[in-house]
T-cell receptor
Framework: KNQVEQSPQSLIILEGKNCTLQ??????????LRWYKQDTGRGPVSLTI?????NTKSNGRYTATLDADTKQSSLHITASQLSDSASYIC?????????FGRGTSLIVHP | DAEITQSPRHKITETGRQVTLACHQT?????MFWYRQDLGHGLRLIHY???????NKGEVSDGYSVSRSNTEDLPLTLESAASSQTSVYFC????????????FGSGTQLSVL
């Protein structure tokens, strides 16, 4: 059965600090992994996609990594802002329907 | 701009009543999905459709049904609402293919009393 596990479940940091969110996946066959950001009261929005051949990809202050050997991905947020407060969801994609992680809730305090 | 809209945003109903949540997308996407989101569970798939007249059960489909009569709409029906179905419901659509990106609606908060 395909699975996606995220850690930590929740995280509180001060504005301006960096943080890293983790995602372990078991998706077979593996096609890609997406990170979504979900603001409170809104639907998730795609931040970035990592395919099998990609190791690192940046989108502004967000940098995603993928290690296909260990089946791990991370999302690093640099110089956090209050607007980064949200839930971050890791989603593994194989041949069929995507497999969702439960998300990491990030709170950025001023 | 293309979009995906859900209605209503909030709904309160009583146990045993039939409820229908609407989902409409203007992306012309073939794939549409319904998820529920509860604390501690994340997003769980209820039903999905790969095109007109196609519907499939997800992991938590009991008590729910969908129909796909056109490309734009995938209404979700709770045949006889139960308190366990109190949740936030999200509709999503995608083009399809292995790199598919899901586009989500803003959700419907359903309370069953």
């Amino acid at each position: 059965k395909n699975q996606v596990e995220q850690s930590p479940q929740s995280l509180i940091i001060l504005e301006g600090k960096n943080c890293t969110l983790q995602c372990n996946y078991t998706v077979s066959p593996f096609s890609n992994l997406r990170w979504y950001k979900q603001d409170t009261g809104r639907g998730p929005v795609s931040l970035t996609i990592m395919t099998f051949s990609e190791n690192t990809k940046s989108n502004g202050r967000y940098t995603a990594t993928l290690d296909a050997d260990t089946k791990q991905s991370s999302l690093h947020i640099t110089a956090s802002q209050l607007s980064d407060s949200a839930s971050y969801i890791c989603v593994g994609q194989g041949s069929y329907i995507p497999t969702f992680g439960r998300g990491t809730s990030l709170i950025v305090h001023p | 701009d293309a979009e995906i809209t859900q209605s209503p945003r909030h709904k309160i109903t009583e146990t045993g009543r039939q409820v229908t949540l609407a989902c409409h997308q203007t992306w012309n996407h073939n794939n549409m999905f319904w998820y529920r989101q509860d604390l501690g569970h994340g997003l769980r798939l209820i039903h999905y459709s790969y095109g007109v007249q196609d519907t499939n059960k997800g992991e938590v489909s009991d008590g729910y049904s969908v129909s796909r009569s056109n490309t734009e709409d995938l209404p979700l029906t709770l045949e006889s609402a139960a308190s366990s179905q109190t949740s936030v419901y999200f509709c999503a659509s995608s083009e399809g293919g292995t790199n598919e990106k899901l586009f989500f609606g803003s959700g419907t908060q359903l309370s069953v009393l």
